[in-house]
């Protein structure tokens, strides 16, 4: 996890809290949904042979489960030198799975066009928990948008619904949205909401979903977002 700026008790912005909190707490833990739960979707957009980035890592499990299961390169990165530094010794042996201290706002050290697919588990939801949330989040959206390759991938796994996230998301004009769900994974197994692999209809404001999942449905949120090339967004502006 990475970002936002302070709100209520946790300061989510600042390095120190997530070196704290893992220096309290060392893991592994997830956000949201484990690599197996996942992994239909990941096997629908991304090829075994990509570069992939997870933004906000953490000591998520996430990029093990990944490279366990064929991925041949996946970086991380994570604000917090503590869990970077950790995630570093753990996987010393694992030359297919990086970790780099940096912030999703600020991804300089990555040249543009340089990933197959961008992960994210909770990341944004951290920068909209914070102060000045809108402008984090469109830096750090525009940063992914940078260093994804065109017809690139940015898979958003969120608890914001569209009424809160398809704008933000629509705003930065990079690519074409499809729209996904899957059960929180404390919610009832014999109450299936939607079948993962099987795209929810998704209009242009959003309420589509909500017509096809209730209006109170117990699921993350799946933005699969496809950066188009980049003489068609010019076209598309």
């Known amino acids: 996890m990475t970002l936002g700026t302070s709100t209520g008790s946790h300061a989510y912005g600042e390095p120190s809290y997530w070196d704290h909190r893992y220096l309290q707490d060392p893991g592994p833990f997830d956000w949201y949904q484990k690599y197996k739960n996942l992994a239909p979707l990941f096997d629908l957009y991304i090829n075994r042979s990509h570069r992939v980035l997870l933004v906000g890592s953490g000591n998520s499990t996430l990029g093990e489960g990944m490279v366990s299961d064929g991925y041949q390169d996946v ?43 961008v992960i994210d588990k909770g990341t944004l939801d951290s920068l909209m928990c914070g102060q000045n949330a809108q402008q984090n989040a469109k830096m750090m959206l525009e940063e992914v948008g940078r260093i994804l390759k065109d017809n690139g991938v940015y898979i958003l796994i969120t608890y914001g619904d569209p009424s809160y996230r398809l704008n933000l998301l629509k705003d930065i004009r990079l690519w074409t949205i499809t729209m996904h769900v899957i059960d929180r994974m404390e919610k009832n197994p014999e109450q299936k909401s939607w079948e993962l692999t099987k795209p929810v209809p998704l209009s242009d404001d959003g309420n589509s979903v909500s017509q096809a999942l209730g209006s109170t449905p117990e699921v993350h949120y799946i933005y699969v977002c496809m950066k188009v090339s980049s003489s068609n967004a010019e076209i598309n502006k």
């Open 75 to 117: 970086v991380n990165i994570d604000i917090s030198s503590v869990v970077v530094e950790a995630m570093q010794k753990k996987y010393h042996d694992k030359p297919e799975l990086k970790y780099i201290k940096m912030d999703v706002r600020y991804m300089n050290a990555f040249e543009s066009r340089s990933f197959d697919a």
